[in-house]
């Protein structure tokens, strides 16, 4: 069982450049997000979706963009990076329903230089 | 606006004993989940738990227990009889709403380390 699939696993990029986070999921779950995780800060939502073609600001959604054309894949895109976007990125996906957890993908470890 | 409280950003408890790892949480939804997550120096994420605001129960997953107390809006994880592998980050969440939607809010995390 994959699960939640991201890719690349470690990503370093030069200020101003621009890339995708890859993130894949095979459980057919409605419910798609983006986090990263700074030291001493927790894991802050970038940007969620709950279906195919829906998708929605988080709490830290400057500098980066989403689409979600399919129910398996929620793509991750820096626009120009900033240093300050160095950090780990997780996605995760939940089905719907009440108890429902998140499973989240084994993260990306992202450095802009 | 919801809020998750970690205040103990590390503990230590000798192996075969059990620890309690402090979560508060804020929030003006009648309806939301509580969730517990693991994160060892590996890094991946490993759910532990879930507690549902209207459960009267407390949740329990085999050494996994949440001690759930609604009117102080507390969420405390309670591990048994500790194991060396227990040492790792344990992070509190939150989901906004009682259905999923992958929004969590989360605590800034507790390390917790196990010693022989």
């Known amino acids: 069982n994959a699960g939640v699939t991201q890719t690349p696993k470690f990503q370093v990029l030069k200020t101003g450049q621009s890339m995708t986070l890859q993130c894949a999921q095979d459980m057919n779950h409605e419910y798609m997000s983006w986090y990263r995780q700074d030291p001493g800060m927790g894991l802050r939502l970038i940007h969620y979706s709950v279906g195919a073609g829906i998708t929605d600001q988080g709490e830290v959604p400057n500098g980066y963009n989403v689409s979600r054309s399919t129910t398996e894949d929620f793509p991750l895109r820096l626009l120009s990076a900033a240093p300050s976007q160095t950090s780990v990125y997780f996605c995760?996906?939940?089905?719907?329903?009440?108890?429902?957890?998140?499973?989240f993908g084994q993260g990306t470890r992202l450095t802009v230089v | 606006a919801q809020k998750i409280t970690q205040t103990q950003p590390g503990m230590f408890v000798q192996e075969k004993e059990a620890v309690t790892l402090d979560c508060t949480y804020d929030?003006?939804?009648?309806?939301?989940?509580l969730f517990w997550y693991k994160q060892p120096s590996s890094g991946e994420m490993i759910f532990l738990i879930y507690?549902?605001?209207?459960?009267?129960q407390n949740a329990t997953e085999g050494r996994y227990s949440l001690n759930f107390q609604k009117a102080r809006k507390s969420a405390n994880l309670v591990i048994s009889a500790s194991q060396l592998g227990d040492s790792a980050m344990y992070f509190c969440?939150?989901?906004?709403?009682?259905?999923?939607?992958?929004?969590?809010?989360f605590g800034t995390g507790t390390r917790l380390q196990v010693f022989p």
């Open positions: 995760a996906s939940s089905d719907r329903g009440e108890d429902t957890e998140a499973f």
């Open positions: 969440a939150m989901r906004e709403g009682y259905f999923g939607t992958d929004k969590l809010i």
């Open positions: 507690q549902g605001s209207y459960d009267e």
């Open positions: 929030t003006s939804d009648q309806s939301y989940g």
